[in-house]
């Protein structure tokens, strides 16, 4: 089986600097930012392209540290050209073009909730990007 390089860094970077492309669910952002500040910990990294800055996966994470007062965030820095990223629709599993995510990143023309789910293809399989965001358990009080 040939060796997979999907490039991936991690980094803990400046909330104000992250685009999203996709609005949130304001409900489901409260309670996250909830269950966060009760826990005391941020468990997981979020997923953003490394060329724009483009949020692809964790948008309510952000939204919820956003609301907690926190300026960082931990995340993995994706090659977005990468052909082995695919977008799907949620709604109905068709194919979406990364060109509309950027677009809508960078012109803050925001999609609605869970209009993209970012898929990697690992030799014909598909899995979630959230796959690839690895655990890291900061404690809260670090990301202010």
Not at 78 to 96: G, H
Not at 112 to 136: A, C, D, Q, W, Y
Request: aromatic fraction near 4%; hydrophobic fraction near 45%; glycine fraction near 4%.
């Amino acid at each position: 089986m040939k060796n997979i390089d999907l490039n991936i860094e991690i980094k803990i970077l400046p909330i104000n600097k992250l685009r999203p492309h996709e609005e949130v669910d304001s409900k489901m952002v409260r309670e996250l930012a909830i269950l966060i500040k009760e826990e005391g910990i941020f468990r997981k990294a979020i997923a953003i392209d490394k060329k724009n800055n483009i949020i692809l996966d964790g948008h309510h994470r952000v939204k919820a540290l956003e609301i907690l007062g926190c300026k960082f965030i931990p995340c993995i820095l994706l090659d977005y050209s990468s052909p082995l990223i695919i977008v799907l629709s949620w709604n109905d599993n068709t194919m979406l073009s990364k060109e509309l995510i950027i677009d809508s990143g960078i012109k803050g023309n925001l999609l609605p909730p869970k209009t993209s789910r970012h898929m990697i293809n690992l030799h014909g399989k598909l899995f979630h990007l959230s796959e690839l965001e690895p655990e890291v358990n900061i404690p809260l009080k670090d990301l202010f």
